[in-house]
């Protein structure tokens, strides 16, 4: 039997997934910085901000942003004199990054089209990898990890940030009934996209709890492993060492 993977709350081949989350964010790249805003009510800027003082990323340092799409972190990090490659699957969200950086006269980012699962990069490539709200939507997340661990320098940092379900009593129901109902909503209205934000729902429900994501980060190999919960687990940053 052909291994099934989850799509949302559909099972799906890999392939299958792949394909089809491809499809959700060429879908989306265009509204997708707006829909931000509206989905967190501005919050993620303070998150985002919060994620890249916790990597303190500094002048020469070669990162790579996985997943890093529309370029929210990498120009964050560029900013603060990092090398930065933006890596995503879906070169339309990597098109509207470009545009971006072009509008801000942002210089010195590179970008690439990459599968997390699959990178291109040499061995001990970067010193340090970042990923926002981007893993939950690799098919393969365990090999994902393994590659972050491959391209990074002995000594090098991963940091992830990412939704998850929140373990705060009532808060954690509120949100989900918000979640469920009203983004598809906003994504219909903004996006002209219902089934999209549904799906980005539905992935955010799947993905695993802080501490099962910190077994996993372990697990690829990375020490000092830490999970920095926010609003009660609901946007988690993760960290690790390769040493």
Same mark, same amino acid.
């Given at each position: ?55 303190? &990323? ?13 370029? +929210? ?18 070169? +339309? ?9 072009? @509008? ?64 705060? &009593? ?5 949100? +989900? ?6 983004? &598809?909503? $906003?994504?219909?209205? $903004?996006?002209? +996209? ?13 993905? &695993? ?15 000092? @492993? ?18």
């Amino acid at each position: 039997m052909t291994e099934q993977v989850n799509f949302g709350d559909e099972l799906v081949s890999p392939e299958e997934k792949t394909r089809r989350v491809g499809e959700v964010f060429s879908s989306v790249a265009r509204r997708y910085d707006v829909m931000n805003d509206l989905m967190s009510g501005g919050l993620h800027r303070l998150w985002k901000d919060r994620f890249v003082a916790r990597v303190k &990323p500094r002048g020469g340092e070669q990162i790579l942003d996985m997943a890093g799409g529309t370029g +929210d972190v990498a120009f964050r990090m560029a900013r603060r004199g990092a090398q930065v490659t933006v890596s995503d699957i879906n070169a +339309d969200m990597l098109e509207v990054g470009k545009q971006r950086a072009q @509008a801000r006269e942002l210089n010195g980012l590179t970008w690439k089209v990459e599968n997390a699962e699959q990178l291109s990069f040499a061995e001990s490539s970067f010193d340090g990898y970042t990923i926002v709200f981007g893993i939950r939507n690799v098919t393969d997340i365990p090999a994902a990890l393994h590659e972050a661990y491959r391209v990074l320098k002995r000594g090098g940092r991963f940091y992830c940030m990412e939704f998850s379900s929140s373990d705060w &009593p009532g808060f954690s129901n509120l949100y +989900d009934a918000w979640a469920s109902n009203v983004i &598809p909503r $906003i994504g219909k209205a $903004i996006a002209d +996209d219902e089934e999209s934000y549904r799906y980005l729902v539905e992935s955010i429900r799947r993905f &695993p709890r802080p501490n099962a994501f910190k077994s996993m980060v372990e697990q690829a190999g990375f020490v000092r @492993a830490a999970a920095e919960p926010m609003l009660g687990g609901l946007v988690t940053i993760h960290s690790g060492w390769k040493i």
